[in-house]
């Protein structure tokens, strides 16, 4: 996943978001990153799951229009239906995907070695003999592995290594474009 993050961010600094959808890319940067790493994940399962997740989020989005929305939908009401193996929109995905992986290539220049900190840190975990090792987090009293505490931390280090960006928000800026608030959430989308 973190492969397939790196990926997608690196494609995004040589190409447009008007030339490429971000959820093909982003399909493409997680089937590429499986090939390079432990275990290749069929490109029909990704297909599959990125359809769910689709559906899933348009059954929860609240901004459909009212005919095709109830407003009491709950994640409670809703039922997957799964997409033909032969459908055509399964093969438009599939086409999609392989293209996105060959533009992923091809603008990274073939380049996609990626240094993550995350395998180094799990080979100090097993030299040290701590990764089946429990710890006791001293204000909740709560047991966690010596292996998750330390992947935690490193995922919170990242926020550390750059400064966060401040947005002027305070001031409305998009009033200069004669866009109100809730026009921009809707085209941020």
């Known amino acids: 996943m973190a492969t397939a993050q790196v990926l ?29 790493e432990e275990v290749q994940v069929p490109s029909r399962d990704l ?3 990125f359809d769910f997740i689709s559906q899933w989020s348009y059954h929860m ?9 109830r407003a009491d939908t709950h994640a409670d009401d809703f039922r997957y239906a799964p997409m033909g193996s032969y459908s055509d929109k399964y093969y438009d995905m599939k086409d999609a995907v392989l293209v996105a992986e060959m533009q992923l290539l091809k603008r990274l220049g073939f380049n ?16 040290l003999g701590l990764s089946d090792a429990e710890l006791v987090i001293k204000a909740t009293q709560k ?22 960006l401040q947005l002027p928000v305070d001031l409305p800026w998009w009033e200069l ?10 085209h941020s989308r």
């Open 47 to 49: 297909i599959n799951v």
């Open 143 to 164: 047991k966690v592995s010596a292996t998750q505490c330390a992947w935690n931390y490193l995922n919170d280090a990242e926020v550390c290594w750059y400064e966060p």
């Open 61 to 69: 989005d609240k901004d459909r229009p009212p005919a095709k929305r």
């Open 112 to 127: 996609v070695y990626v240094s993550l900190p995350h395998p180094l840190m799990v080979n100090y975990l097993q030299v």
């Open 8 to 36: 997608f961010q690196r494609f995004w600094y040589v190409s447009s978001m008007r030339n490429f959808g971000a959820l093909d890319m982003s399909m493409g940067a997680l089937l590429l990153a499986s090939k390079l």
């Open 177 to 186: 474009f004669d866009a109100s608030r809730e026009e921009l959430r809707l």
